[in-house]
């Protein structure tokens, strides 16, 4: 991923392409990214009331930086401005500290709301806050009542499976739902996923002193490898690592090194991002 000084020539086409279509492209290679953000963050049960309440803070701590470089007073009134939020909510986030704790917006997924009444009222649950066993339709103590009084307009068929999918409940033999757990937790691949994506991200919104965006030109390759052992396996990461280390040497063989004289300069940027090694199901013949 390399960063490149903007050239007269480009400026003046991006000119001509007129406020309209930048803008059509930056709706375009948004909602990339968004959608891809998305897929990621649905499978863990993470919907948008939660990414919603920590865009939020994001854009208020963002603002308030971007604020703090031409002036030393925080005003709430200019973050509001940049954001689109009203001063309020601009307020409550800069008072703790723009940032959404998961504590703060778990209670917004509604698959949880019904696993917190499942333990904790009298009517689906022991005095000792254990959930009990409940038939999936009935007037009283019932799966489809418990969904009604704790997550809205959201329909009980629908629900069980969206929990079902995220491994809250079961269904025993004699088709009554089980409470397996009550919080829905992100999987480790999807952790480690977006830990890969931070330092890309972080680099590509780099801006120079002086405020003006930098071009890029990026290239993305997916190669699949296979061996036939874990031996195999380990000898060719060691093998990749030590390659990504030589071509990074080779890119600083590249640099005439700093000088008075230079008059142009190039970031690049490098990651490399693997699976873990995981069995390949063969078809029997």
Do not use: C
Not at 18 to 23: A, E, P, Q, V, Y
Not at 150 to 176: H, N
Not at 258 to 267: K, L, Q, R, T
């Amino acid at each position: 991923m390399s960063r490149v000084a903007p050239n007269r020539a480009n400026s003046k086409g991006r000119r001509q392409l007129g406020k309209g279509s930048l803008d059509d492209h930056l709706h375009e290679q948004l909602s990339k990214i968004l959608i891809s953000l998305a897929h990621l963050l649905l499978r863990n049960g993470y919907g948008y009331s939660k990414i919603n309440a920590v865009t939020k803070a994001a854009f208020v701590k963002a603002a308030a930086e971007l604020h703090k470089e031409t002036h030393k007073k925080r005003n709430i009134a200019r973050i509001a401005t940049l954001t689109g939020l009203t001063r309020l909510e601009v307020s409550r986030l800069l008072r703790s500290g723009a940032e959404a704790s998961p504590g703060n917006v778990v209670q917004l997924n509604r698959a949880v709301r019904v696993a917190e009444g499942w333990v904790s009222d009298r009517e689906f649950a022991s005095f000792k806050n254990k959930p009990r066993r409940l038939p999936f339709s009935g007037p009283e103590g019932s799966f489809t009542k418990l969904v009604r009084k704790y997550s809205g307009d959201i329909p009980a068929r629908a629900m069980a499976e969206e929990m079902r999918r995220l491994g809250m409940v079961s269904v025993d033999s004699g088709k009554t739902m089980r409470l397996v757990r009550s919080q829905i937790s992100a999987s480790r691949s999807t952790i480690s996923s977006l830990r890969a994506m931070a330092p890309w991200v972080r680099f590509l919104t780099f801006r120079t002193e002086n405020g003006a965006s930098e071009q890029f030109r990026s290239k993305a390759d997916f190669i699949r490898m296979s061996f036939d052992s874990l031996p195999q396996v380990r000898a060719a990461i060691r093998e990749v690592e030590t390659r990504r280390a030589a071509f990074i040497d080779g890119l600083l063989a590249l640099t005439t090194g700093p000088s008075a004289n230079n008059g142009y300069e190039i970031s690049v940027s490098v990651a490399l991002a693997a699976t873990h090694p995981k069995r390949v199901a063969r078809n029997k013949q």
